[in-house]
Every structure is written in C-alpha cells, then in structure tokens.
C-alpha cells in the first residue's frame, strides 16, 4: 500500500512540476502589443485637437451636422477628411490665401497653433468623415 501511495505522490508531484512549468512558459510576459499602446495617445490626441478647434475654428466652421443647420462663416468640415489630405489640412490652416486669394479666413502660424497643437488638430479633422 505504501509502495502505492508514495507512487501516487511521486506522480502528483511530477504533474505538478509539469503544470507549474507550463504555466511559466504560458505567464512568461510577451511583447505588449503595440495597437493597445497607440490606442489612448491617439485618443488624446484627438481630444486635444478637438479643443483647439473649438478654440481657433468652430466660430467659423461647423463640426457636426447639427452646427452645419445653424450656418457659420465658413464651410461646413463635417465631411473635411474625406476631400482633403492631412498635408492640405495643414497648409490651409497656416495658409488660407495660398488657395483662395480672397479668404477670410486668417492664417493660424506657429505663435497661435503650435506644432503640437497643429498635430493634434489634424488628428481631429481627420476624424471628420
Ligand atoms: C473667420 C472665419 C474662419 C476661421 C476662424 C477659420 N476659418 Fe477655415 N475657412 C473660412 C472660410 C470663409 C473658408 C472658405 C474660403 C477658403 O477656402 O478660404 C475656410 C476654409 C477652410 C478649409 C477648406 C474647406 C473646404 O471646403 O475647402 C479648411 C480645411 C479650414 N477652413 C479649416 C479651418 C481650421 C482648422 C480653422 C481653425 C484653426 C479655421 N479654418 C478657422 C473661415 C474661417
């Protein structure tokens, strides 16, 4: 009987070493994903930017359909990311009459949007399909 129990340990022993190093193997810490990484910056930054425009634009621009009914200075950019390229976006900001000669729209250079900001805009225009 004993010879029995002591195998009985000896084989419950061996499994649990088995399962304590497979579990090792499985707990060993991976790589973190780079997608769970970039998910809260870009949110933020996006968020950030949304500021701004409510700072510097939305008194001329509208964001949203709703705004876009209550009719603004400028063009609605409810729709901006589709027709224009973040590069573009950016050169209208820092330079309306370089395509409209006539605009009212003021250029915004780097003392009223920095870089940082500028990023974070464009961020946010993005988001406006
Ligand atoms: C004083 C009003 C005014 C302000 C403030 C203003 N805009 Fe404009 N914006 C206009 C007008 C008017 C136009 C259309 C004429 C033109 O193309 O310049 C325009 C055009 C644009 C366009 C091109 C849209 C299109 O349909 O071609 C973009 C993009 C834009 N503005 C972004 C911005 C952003 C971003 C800000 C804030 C940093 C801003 N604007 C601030 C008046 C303004």
Known sequence: ???FRSSVLAATACGVATLALVGLSFAAPGKPKPKKAAKPAAAASVAAGKKVFAA???GCHAATASEAKAGKPGPALTHVAKF???A???AKIRNPKKSNPN???PAFGPQQIPAGEMKALIAYLSTLK
């Open 88 to 90: 573009a976006m950016e």
């Open 84 to 86: 224009m390229k973040p």
């Open 1 to 3: 009987m004993s010879t």
């Open 103 to 105: 605009s009212i729209m």
């Open 56 to 58: 510097k634009c939305a």
